[in-house]
């Protein structure tokens, strides 16, 4: 009975074929694999957003999301790249840590109005509760999970 209300699930993306799995997030160590393809689950690097299932991915889970909004052009989103995949690693099992290509997915960019990039935003039960423009270090990031 507590095992299921104290229950968190996110929903991740497959890496390999795109299915939305449903990942409790306390059990990532058991090696999840996704129920299309069989792949396995991968929650230690950023996941990857777009335009088709940032609703769903963010909405769905229970736990906070992380998004960092970039553009492979962008010299300061690509600084943040080792910082941001520290960070996935460390809030294994606590929150989700994706990132959304703006050129790639410009609906979503334009709907949070996302003008500069690198920006962070933090996503409470589908709202964005937080937002951080430009390259911050990896304490900044835990520190804006507080809120
Ligand atoms: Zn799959």
Redesign the pocket.
């Known amino acids: 009975m507590t095992e299921t209300a104290t229950k968190r699930t996110a929903i991740v993306p497959?890496?390999?074929?795109?299915?939305l799995?449903r990942v409790d997030v306390a059990r990532v160590d058991a090696h999840p694999?996704?129920?299309?393809?069989?792949?396995p689950?991968h929650l230690d690097a950023p996941i990857t957003l777009t335009d088709a299932n940032f609703d769903k991915i963010v909405s769905g889970s229970e736990v906070p999301v992380v998004v960092d909004f970039y553009a492979d052009w962008c010299g300061p989103c690509k600084a943040m790249v080792p910082v941001f995949t520290e960070f996935a690693r460390r809030q294994r099992g606590q929150a989700l840590v994706a990132k959304v290509d703006t050129d790639r997915s410009p609906a979503v960019s334009a709907r949070f109005a996302i003008r500069s990039i690198p920006t962070l935003t933090l996503m409470r039960g589908g709202k964005e509760v937080a937002r951080q423009v430009g390259a911050v270090p990896l304490a900044a990031l835990e520190q804006m999970l507080q809120r």
Do not use: T
């Open positions: 497959c890496a390999n074929c795109g299915k799995n694999s996704c129920g299309a393809c069989q792949a689950i």
